[in-house]
């Protein structure tokens, strides 16, 4: 059987075949009535476009790169949703790659989206990640880049992300207000702004109720299970005083809650904890992992919003780089009440 083409769609309703191929695409100066004309003669004729063709002839691919560090914890997967959400009701696909928090693979995936002709990128920064000149390069070549969570003000892009420094503050404070006065924080040693900010809350909120900041309560290491096991241990190890934990990540917090249940010390009566992210598993294990909810669908959502707007100006680097910020919500459970 013959396939049909624009050619045929044209003929049948006798227009030009430039009218078809503008009525196809959506063009703005193409009026509904013969958009709606040429689907309906393209459905009756089973006509189905040819979109790499489309994408050859028009410059654009209609994909967008999305860049997250793993997919192995709910936090990325959620914003990943709500990014896939909003473009795919903008006519817009995705096509996902993971950093695995690799520095290599963070630039082999960009590099497989540039293969590939997407029309941006929306990407969150790897842990490993400390050299930041290929993102910097994107920017350069004028290729629409926006970042979510880990971001970095020296590059210079779009971005959406939590008050992080206000979700630290929170989970502190909801601690000191629980009764703890000697409040550990677990935090990472790798240099990444938002862990830091929720470094900076905790700190701003001891002072703010006249409690010490103690470096002997303050741990760093990488974002682990067994970080929090180990930090644990140690205190204990040392005859460290301490009636709470708010650890950086909630799978930090599980292995806090793992080893002071193996310690056969009581949660939430000798030690509260409280961890961050709102990962799934938090509210199903015993005690319920008390944590600060990042709004990470919200977040996605927000992403693709702002990076289809400004795609759409056609101006992506000429005016001030746009920042959203959401606020960190408490989500208290067990462990901390």
């Given at each position: 059987?013959?396939?049909?083409?624009?050619?045929?769609?044209?003929?049948?309703?006798?227009?030009?075949?430039?009218?078809?191929?503008?009525?196809?695409?959506?063009?703005?100066r193409i009026a509904a009535s013969t958009k709606e004309a040429v689907k309906e003669m393209a459905i009756?004729?089973?006509?189905?476009?040819?979109?790499?063709?489309?994408?050859?002839?028009?410059?654009?691919?209609?994909?967008?790169?999305?860049?997250?560090?793993?997919?192995?914890?709910?936090?990325?997967?959620?914003?990943?949703?709500?990014?896939?959400?909003?473009?795919?009701?903008?006519?817009?696909?995705?096509?996902?790659?993971?950093?695995?928090?690799?520095?290599?693979?963070?630039?082999?995936?960009?590099?497989?989206?540039?293969?590939?002709?997407?029309?941006?990128?929306?990407?969150?920064?790897?842990?490993?990640?400390?050299?930041?000149?290929?993102?910097?390069?994107?920017?350069?070549?004028?290729?629409?880049?926006?970042?979510?969570?880990?971001?970095?003000?020296?590059?210079?892009?779009?971005?959406?992300?939590?008050?992080?420094y206000g979700g630290g503050f929170m989970a502190t404070e909801h601690l000191i207000k629980q009764g703890?006065?000697?409040?550990?924080?677990?935090?990472?040693?790798?240099?990444?702004?938002?862990?830091?900010?929720?470094?900076?809350?905790?700190?701003?909120?001891?002072?703010?109720?006249?409690?010490?900041?103690?470096?002997?309560?303050?741990?760093?290491?990488?974002?682990?299970?067994?970080?929090?096991?180990?930090?644990?241990?140690?205190?204990?190890?040392?005859?460290?005083?301490?009636?709470?934990?708010?650890?950086?990540?909630?799978?930090?917090?599980?292995?806090?809650?793992?080893?002071?249940?193996?310690?056969?010390?009581?949660?939430?009566?000798?030690?509260?904890?409280?961890?961050?992210?709102?990962?799934?598993?938090?509210?199903?294990?015993?005690?319920?992992?008390?944590?600060?909810?990042?709004?990470?669908?919200?977040?996605?959502?927000?992403?693709?919003?702002?990076?289809?707007?400004?795609?759409?100006?056609?101006?992506?680097?000429?005016?001030?780089?746009?920042?959203?910020?959401?606020?960190?919500?408490?989500?208290?459970?067990?462990?901390?009440?």
């Amino acid at each position: 059987m013959k396939k049909t083409t624009i050619h045929d769609i044209a003929r049948e309703l006798n227009i030009t075949f430039s009218t078809v191929a503008k009525a196809l695409n959506d063009h703005p100066r193409i009026a509904a009535s013969t958009k709606e004309a040429v689907k309906e003669m393209a459905i009756k004729l089973n006509y189905q476009q040819n979109k790499l063709a489309s994408s050859l002839r028009s410059g654009k691919t209609r994909i967008v790169g999305v860049l997250v560090p793993t997919l192995d914890v709910s936090f990325f997967s959620s914003v990943v949703h709500g990014i896939e959400t909003v473009m795919n009701s903008n006519g817009y696909n995705i096509l996902l790659y993971q950093s695995k928090e690799l520095y290599a693979d963070e630039i082999r995936g960009i590099d497989t989206f540039l293969q590939t002709r997407v029309e941006g990128i929306i990407s969150s920064i790897a842990l490993q990640t400390s050299d930041y000149n290929h993102f910097i390069d994107l920017k350069k070549r004028k290729i629409p880049l926006l970042l979510f969570d880990r971001i970095v003000d020296e590059i210079g892009v779009p971005y959406v992300r939590i008050d992080d420094y206000g979700g630290g503050f929170m989970a502190t404070e909801h601690l000191i207000k629980q009764g703890c006065k000697r409040i550990v924080h677990i935090s990472t040693d790798q240099n990444v702004t938002i862990f830091k900010e929720r470094l900076q809350g905790y700190k701003e909120a001891l002072i703010k109720h006249g409690l010490p900041v103690d470096d002997s309560l303050i741990f760093t290491g990488h974002l682990s299970i067994e970080l929090g096991r180990n930090c644990i241990q140690q205190l204990v190890n040392e005859n460290i005083e301490f009636d709470g934990v708010f650890a950086f990540e909630d799978y930090t917090g599980l292995g806090v809650l793992k080893q002071l249940k193996e310690l056969k010390i009581n949660v939430p009566e000798q030690v509260k904890v409280i961890g961050f992210a709102n990962e799934a598993f938090g509210a199903h294990i015993t005690p319920s992992l008390s944590t600060v909810d990042q709004q990470t669908v919200k977040m996605g959502e927000e992403a693709a919003r702002l990076f289809l707007k400004l795609i759409k100006e056609n101006k992506y680097y000429e005016k001030e780089p746009e920042k959203i910020v959401l606020d960190p919500l408490l989500i208290p459970r067990t462990s901390s009440e």
